[in-house]
């Protein structure tokens, strides 16, 4: 019990950092409908931009400041250069073009920063923890709280601030937005500019915990089955999907593995997602319209 | 049938396509005078919404363009203008069909109104307190979210939504949509006590005919994307017994 607890817990937390992926996609989902297939360039590019600063002898928060403002200017430039021009075409267009932009983000980082793996140094160590009994990674537990913090962030600012409360206004009706006079130009920067944040702490998370290397991006295919079971416009859906994914694939890594004799974990996500798909096709919580009938 | 006070909104000779080829309005011209109600009345897929979007300037965003004529806002031109900056200026559009915000609360729907100007949290408030005077049961119903009220309490979301921005002109299109006949005068009322007393203009499009015209002080008939007729409400009333040469579907209600 205690040992099925442990690998429960471990895989609950390594879902967390599947859960940071997904956000940054149901943030821009949500407010432009788009799919941006180059999330997971975007983490690469971020962890990228702040380690190789901080080889560079720039402190740990100077590195992230800088960071934030260079995935800010992207998020301009992209919408200058690619959502706007491309503003009412179809969302497999857009798919398309983000699929594009994932290539160029990627050629971009490896033209400036090369394709070294870098070591990268939160100052966590990720020693097993003993807490009553469980054996929790230190750095998980870390990387939990910073996740936490940040949905706990942007919850609020959701909630409670203009920015926020135009964004989900686009997100409910693009056109009655703008009959109030909200400029979805400046929306998409946001919300692109936020995801960039968003991108930069799960890179560092993930950096931290793999290395930064180009291999980064393929997180973007582990937020799939997440965001299938999350259902792709609600944060709280890409939170629960994270942790499902995450205490599901260990789970079966240990108890499903040894009897296929292989790692379970590379594709279990998947066969989770696909049932999903047949049974739940919008996900645990996704667009359910409130209406009164 | 021209009055001499100065019109708010001019309208002349527009023509709308959507996409590459459908044309939507075909020569429509019109004119709104300040501190008038205006009622543009046709049958279904006449062009009112058209119109009505291509004032706001939100038929681009439905792939559609002015592709010929002049619209003018208190003298200025603005055939060509920005959504967002036309309401800073003073035109708002109520959509068809409401279009609440349903996932936000019916205050934060309301106070979304008011963003486009950029007000101190005070002024907001201000405006805030002011469209509950007008709609004292959206007060009541702040915290719920928008999505979860009645057909006639999510009209008084949009209309007050759009009053948050404080229009000189509003475009309403077809407010009485789906109410039952008493919600659809509480309605009106609002209207009326919101152009005498605040100065709003309306230009409003309805296919409810009779009490659009009980309203308005002029109106016009679309058909096919052109004017068909118009004149003043009384004018147009009293000539209801040939509505069906050119109100079509309406003169069976
Ligand atoms: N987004 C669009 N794309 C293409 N054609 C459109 C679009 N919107 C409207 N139309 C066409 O333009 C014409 C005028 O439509 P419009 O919606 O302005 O009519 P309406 O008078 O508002 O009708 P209703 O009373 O049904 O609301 C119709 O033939 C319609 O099919
Ligand atoms: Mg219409």
């Known amino acids: 019990m205690q040992y099925f607890l442990t690998i429960l817990l471990s895989g609950l937390l390594a879902g967390v950092m599947y859960a940071m992926v997904a956000i940054g996609f149901v943030l821009i989902y949500k407010a432009s409908g788009v799919f941006n297939f180059a999330q997971g360039s975007m983490v690469l590019f971020a962890a990228l931009t702040f380690v190789t600063l901080t080889e560079h002898g720039v402190p740990f928060w100077a590195a992230f400041l800088a960071t934030v403002a260079v995935m800010i200017a992207g998020a301009v430039i992209i919408e200058r250069l690619v959502l706007r021009p491309l503003a009412d075409r179809s969302p497999l267009t857009l798919f398309m073009a983000t699929l594009g932009l994932s290539f160029v983000i990627e050629g971009l980082a490896q033209l400036l920063m090369g394709t070294d793996v870098h070591q990268l140094d939160l100052g966590i160590d990720d020693l097993p923890l003993d807490i009553a009994g469980l054996q929790l990674s230190q750095f998980d537990l870390f990387a939990s709280a910073v996740a936490i913090g940040l949905v706990v962030v942007l919850s609020v600012v959701f909630d409670r601030t203009r920015i926020g409360i135009a964004l989900r206004a686009v997100a409910d009706d693009v056109l009655a937005a703008q009959s109030i006079g909200i400029r979805l130009p400046v929306i998409w920067r946001i919300v692109w500019s936020v995801s960039g944040v968003v991108a930069l702490i799960a890179g560092l998370l993930w950096g931290a915990r793999q290395g930064v290397q180009f291999s980064l991006t393929m997180i973007v295919l582990k937020a799939m089955p997440v965001l299938i079971i999350g259902g792709f416009s609600s944060i709280a859906g890409a939170i629960v999907g994270g942790l499902l994914v995450g205490a599901t694939e260990s789970l079966a890594d240990i108890y499903i593995g040894p009897l296929v004799n292989g790692a379970v974990s590379n594709w279990f996500a998947y066969i989770l997602a696909v049932g999903f798909l047949l049974i739940r096709p919008s996900g645990l919580f996704g667009d359910r319209t409130i209406e009164r009938v | ?253």
């Open chain 2, 1 to 253: 049938m021209m009055t001499t006070a100065a019109p708010i909104l001019a309208v002349d000779n527009v023509h709308v396509i959507y996409g590459q080829s459908i044309l939507a309005l075909r020569g429509i011209t019109l004119r709104v005078n300040e501190g008038s109600i205006v009622a543009l009345l046709g049958a279904n897929g006449a062009g009112k919404t058209t119109t009505l979007k291509a004032i706001s300037s939100l038929v681009r965003a439905e792939r559609g363009r002015v592709a010929q004529g002049e619209i003018r806002f208190r003298g200025d031109i603005i055939t060509h203008a920005d959504a967002a900056g036309l309401v800073r200026r003073g035109i708002v559009q109520v959509l068809e069909g409401r279009r609440c915000f349903a996932h936000l609360t019916v205050e934060q729907n309301i106070v979304a109104g008011g963003y486009a100007h950029r007000p101190s949290r005070r002024v907001l408030a201000d405006d805030l307190d002011r469209v509950y005077t007008w709609f004292p049961r959206l007060k009541q119903r702040r915290r719920t979210a928008a999505g979860l009220n009645s057909g006639g309490e999510q009209q008084m979301i949009a209309i007050g939504r759009a009053l948050m921005t404080r229009p000189k002109l509003m475009l309403l299109d077809e407010p009485s949509m789906g109410l039952a006949p008493m919600l659809v005068e509480e309605i009106f009322e609002i209207i009326r006590n919101l152009n005498r007393r605040e100065g709003v203009s309306f230009l409003l499009a309805e296919q409810n005919t009779g009490f659009a015209l009980r309203y308005a002080d002029h109106a016009y008939v679309v058909e096919n994307g052109q004017v068909s007729a118009h004149g003043t409400a009384a004018d147009l009333a009293a000539r209801t017994d040939m509505a069906s040469l050119y109100l079509g579907a309406i003169a069976t209600d």
